[in-house]
């Protein structure tokens, strides 16, 4: 019998305009998998209020003790939060299943329906799930993709580790999945073996504006390692600031 995936709740973040709001706002894609003797809840992450997990989790006639196993896609924060709520449930994350103080390593195969793969490139520690649904398999894949094939590109991916890793495992997902669960938004469709042309932008994309001067930030690099909001020109860090290496820290090239 083929196992049972269904989004909880549905994830969003603003990372890829933080330069221009100054303000970050994320939540991951909550997702309830079912197989075998395994109910499972992928990236309990952080939310607003616990209270709307354990609503959504109400509206599928469950509670947070009938959850027997939490998956975290990957070692960021904003993904496994909320582990706590499940204090009864084994956790499987890359460096093993654990069950309380104990840990094993997980198979491949973890269960009937269920595979478990490394992907890395946006974090070291990226794994994910690739269900066999009565709709096709389901990859559950975290922030390999935040939202329908975006970013765009790997490289693209202000907070990837490894871009090349990250390509390559963006491409392991799209080889194997009929649909994709990324880790800030709805379930999209993948039209696997279909090659859809890219019309490359005209002019590179602008990563921000600088909120004071209100110069284009092109890259990542323009801005205050601090303050994305701001470009390393008009940067507000203090000069024991151990982070950021801008203007008033080091001379650029072209001032």
């Known amino acids: 019998m083929p196992a049972e995936v269904k989004v909880l709740i549905q994830g969003c973040t ?12 994320t939540q991951p894609t909550i997702t309830l998998v079912k197989d075998d003797d395994f109910i499972i809840v992928v990236d309990p992450g952080v939310l607003s209020d616990q209270k709307v997990l354990i609503d959504a989790l109400r509206n599928e006639n469950l509670t947070v003790s009938d959850i027997n196993l939490v998956c975290i896609t990957h070692s960021h924060v904003d993904h ?33 329906n269920i595979q478990v ?10 794994i994910s ?18 939202k329908e094939n975006f970013p765009r590109d790997a490289s693209e991916d202000a907070y990837a580790l490894d871009p090349v890793k990250l390509e390559e495992s963006r491409e392991a997902i799209r080889e194997r999945a009929d649909w994709i669960i990324p880790g800030h938004a709805g379930m999209y469709k993948n039209d696997r073996g279909i090659e ?12 921000g504006i600088c909120k004071k001067c209100h110069r284009e930030m092109p890259t ?36």
């Open 14 to 25: 603003n990372a890829d305009s933080i330069a221009v709001t100054g303000e970050e706002k």
């Open 80 to 112: 496994y939060r909320n582990i706590g709520m499940f204090p009864k449930a084994k956790v499987l994350e890359y460096f093993g299943l654990w069950d309380k103080n104990t840990v094993e390593d997980w198979k491949m195969q973890f269960s009937t």
């Open 117 to 126: 793969i490394k992907t890395p490139g946006h974090d070291y520690t990226g």
């Open 129 to 146: 799930l690739i269900v066999n649904t009565v709709n096709g398999v389901v990859a559950i894949c975290g922030d390999v993709f935040w």
């Open 196 to 207: 859809v042309p890219v019309k490359e932008p005209e002019t590179p994309p602008i990563f």
């Open 220 to 255: 990542k690099h323009d801005s205050c390692r601090c303050r994305h909001f701001l470009c390393y020109k008009c940067c507000e860090c203090g000069i024991d600031c151990d982070l950021c290496s801008c203007s008033h820290k080091i001379v650029k090239k072209d001032e």
